[in-house]
């Protein structure tokens, strides 16, 4: 069925999923996205990641016509979101970081008035909002009022209300968050029986575990910018696995604590003064008794020594560093 | 059923659905003007003559047009509520035209607007008040009020997107009713007031607004002291009162809609 969508403008092919070209959005002098290229083919997740003010609500506001850009172009499910925001809006589902559901509507309302204003028949709109709120475990809850859910319960509520007109594209702007492990991988699971059943899909996420679970692609968003784009095993490649995370008692020896792991790492390892600690991605086999052992023939007091995954955090230091790096070269 | 028709009454049924689950919203068009006819026609009217009839034939011209200016407050806190807690976002994704939205809540306010008119006559008969008019002109007064209804609610709606809090509304209507309301013939004989108040109250559009009404039903008016024009033909002037209000109040509330809903 998407064959029938897909259309050929004069700037190039557009598919039936996701594309932006140079996307910028200027809120006065700040400039919260530029630049944003994206490629998101249908039945495919894109992640993406980034701190709080990385850019990654705006960019989500431009896919879903709730704003519109500054420069640059986009299409969603094969229409350009300027100038055919009715048919954009007819493809997509969208839950946003606040949950915009009617807190004086009972659950099972607030889906059926979306499924009517979808263009749902009356019956056609109760059994779909019958049907999600089994899906999302608010069977019991859908005749209760929305303002009476928990902080959780609102947010599947919206992620159904997301869902009632099954759209070929969908837009969730940090689903998980609020949500305890269990709906997490609850939700996890839904998303990828969405997928896999053909709808393309959009998530923000400050989690690097999440993007690399679910995300067949990923964009890094700092200060608006897209820092890196790539598939999660290219960025964790790029980025390092594992990192070892050395404390030490006082800020004077950091330096020395650094020199001393320096050989295990794939990188520069990073100092923090607030924590007082160094950090380093290291290769896959390395040891951390060896780690340890050579610490103390350095003679470094160390407070404590672990080995941890790679976080939102690193991949920042390691892509700031490296882009510092290229930048010192080339000057 | 077109659509665009069937997505306003989706609108409208959402804000009749939320007096469902709190009745207390209903209060201002329901209780409220019962209470003040009461208050007045058997609390303070003992001390208020007016010539030509008895003060709660007089009142109950004077309680519509509060009551019904009232209703501005209705629509500015709901829309209000919608804008902050960004539930419009939600609606904004939908493939629904904009401004069925905006029609939605004033379907179900005007429908509120016509209750606490129908509650306000039923009220009038219990206490005394009657037609001494033909029905003729009884409808043109009932219509009269509906169309300053209409026009009260897109005020109430453009202020609602014009406050950053649904609580700042409540505030700015209390603020300007009330003066407005009292500061005319709504209550007393605008020839009981000093010299320079019977001036403002003589171009009080609430004057005009009762006088038409009063006149219309075949009420007692007030004596006219002042040689105030839209007092003197008061329901020429209240129709284009009204018609100005419109013609001032829906652009603005739809240019301020999309100003509020563009980024």
Redesign the interface.
């Known amino acids: 069925m998407y064959e029938k969508m897909v259309r050929h403008t004069t700037n190039g092919s557009v598919h039936a999923g996701v594309r932006a070209e140079g996307l910028g959005k200027q809120f006065g002098e700040l400039w919260a996205v530029r630049e944003l290229d994206l490629d998101v083919h249908p039945g495919t997740i894109l992640g993406l990641l980034g701190h709080n003010g990385a850019g990654k609500t705006t960019a989500i506001r431009m896919l879903t016509t709730l704003s519109g850009p500054t420069t640059g172009r986009a299409s969603v499910a094969g229409h350009d979101v300027v100038a055919q925001p009715s048919e954009v809006r007819r493809a997509i589902g969208v839950a946003a970081q606040q949950a915009t559901v009617d807190g004086l509507l009972e659950g099972r309302l607030n889906l059926e008035l979306i499924g009517r204003l979808h263009g749902l028949s009356k019956r056609d709109a109760r059994r779909r909002a019958a049907e999600l709120l089994e899906q999302f475990g608010l069977a019991d809850a859908g005749d209760r009022l929305v303002k009476n859910y928990s902080g959780g319960m609102r947010r599947r509520l919206d992620l159904a209300a997301s869902l009632v007109a099954s759209p070929a594209v969908l837009f969730l702007d940090e689903p998980t968050t609020g949500l305890d492990p269990l709906a997490r991988d609850a939700l996890w699971q839904t998303l990828r029986d969405l997928v896999r059943d053909g709808t393309t899909l959009i998530l923000t996420t400050q989690y690097l575990e999440e993007a690399d679970r679910l995300a067949d692609d990923i964009v890094v968003l700092d200060h608006g910018r897209t820092v890196a784009q790539g598939t999660p095993a290219a960025l964790k490649a790029r980025i390092g696995g594992d990192r070892v995370e050395v404390t030490v008692p006082l800020p004077d020896e950091l330096p020395a604590a650094a020199s001393a792991v320096e050989r295990f790492g794939s990188a520069e390892p990073a100092h923090d003064v607030e924590r007082l600690t160094v950090t380093v991605p290291v290769e896959p086999g390395t040891r951390l008794v060896d780690v340890v052992r050579a610490l103390d023939e350095a003679g470094v007091d160390v407070t404590d020594v672990h080995r941890r995954e790679a976080t939102l955090d690193d991949v920042f230091i390691s892509l700031t560093t490296t882009r510092e790096h290229r930048e010192r070269r080339a000057a | 059923m077109s659509?665009y028709a069937?997505?306003t009454l989706?609108f409208a049924?959402?804000n009749v659905?939320?007096i469902r689950?709190?009745p207390e919203k209903l209060l201002d068009v329901t209780l409220q003007p019962i209470m003040f006819v009461l208050l007045f026609a058997f609390v303070f009217g003992g001390a208020i003559h007016v010539t030509g009839g008895s003060y709660r034939e007089y009142l109950i011209g004077g309680i519509l047009v509060q009551s019904v200016a009232f209703g501005m407050m209705g629509p500015g806190v709901s829309i209000a509520t919608d804008l902050t807690?960004?539930?419009i976002?939600?609606?904004?994704?939908?493939?629904?035209p904009r401004s069925a939205y905006l029609v939605g809540h004033f379907v179900s306010e005007l429908g509120a607007g016509v209750l606490a008119i129908a509650i306000l006559l039923a009220t009038g008969l219990v206490v005394g008040w009657r037609v001494h008019t033909d029905a003729l002109h009884a409808t043109e007064a009932i219509v009269l009020l509906v169309v300053f209804s209409a026009a009260m609610i897109w005020l109430g709606t453009w202020i609602g997107m014009l406050v950053r809090s649904s609580d700042a509304v409540q505030g700015i209507v209390f603020m300007v009713v009330f003066p407005l309301t009292f500061v005319s013939s709504a209550f007393v004989p605008i020839d009981s007031m000093p010299d320079v108040l019977q001036w403002v109250a003589s171009w009080n559009p609430v004057s005009a607004l009762a006088q038409a009404v009063r006149e219309l039903f075949g009420n007692p008016t007030t004596p006219v002291t002042k040689d105030a024009w839209p007092l003197e033909h008061a329901v020429v002037a209240s129709w284009l009162y009204c018609g100005a209000l419109l013609a001032l109040a829906v652009p603005a509330a739809l240019r301020r809609f999309r100003a509020r809903t563009?980024?």
């Open positions: 659509s069937s997505d989706v049924r959402r659905e939320h689950q709190i807690e960004g539930v976002d939600r609606f904004r994704t939908l493939p629904v563009a980024d």
